[in-house]
């Protein structure tokens, strides 16, 4: 073999070892969720699969959505959303589905967590709003 062919060999070797170490891009859906006792007419319940997973943990009846917002986040960047008047996040896609995010209010931040996010699975960040009532953020991987 010549010294050409060989050359031509590795860089076809490490660009395809280039291409498997990045991530791929993800699709976050952020959910602003209201959770109460009192049934509220006119306001939207989450999907009933999210209802299911947060009434497991919660004690709360009724589970009201009350913003939303899809991000499309390339790999190693980070995306942000305001959810509320005072509630937003930033969420940074790493590898392997897994995310990073940091929920902030009037601009302080609350928590950080990351996590592994596959379809079907959900990231739940929660708060209190009183006594009768707590708000949630749910973020699930779109397909």
């Known amino acids: 073999m010549n010294r050409f062919t060989v050359l031509v060999a590795l860089l076809l070797l490490v660009s395809g070892g280039f291409v498997a170490a990045q991530a791929d891009p993800i699709t976050v859906q952020a959910r602003l969720v209201h959770g109460t006792s009192k049934e509220q007419k006119g306001k939207m319940e989450v999907p009933a699969a999210i209802k299911k997973k947060l009434a497991k943990v919660f004690k709360w009846m009724h589970y009201y959505q009350l ?13 942000s959303a305001k959810l509320s008047k005072t509630a937003s ?16 209010s009037k601009g302080k931040m609350l928590v950080q967590k990351t996590q592994t996010l596959r379809p079907g699975s959900y990231m739940v960040l929660a ?17």
């Open 89 to 104: 996040i930033k969420v940074t896609n790493r590898k392997n589905d897994k995310i990073a995010v940091s929920l902030y």
């Open 127 to 143: 708060g209190n709003a009183g006594s009768d009532s707590a708000w949630f953020i749910v973020l699930s991987k779109s397909k």
């Open 67 to 79: 913003n939303s917002k899809r991000l499309n986040i390339a790999d190693a960047t980070t995306k």
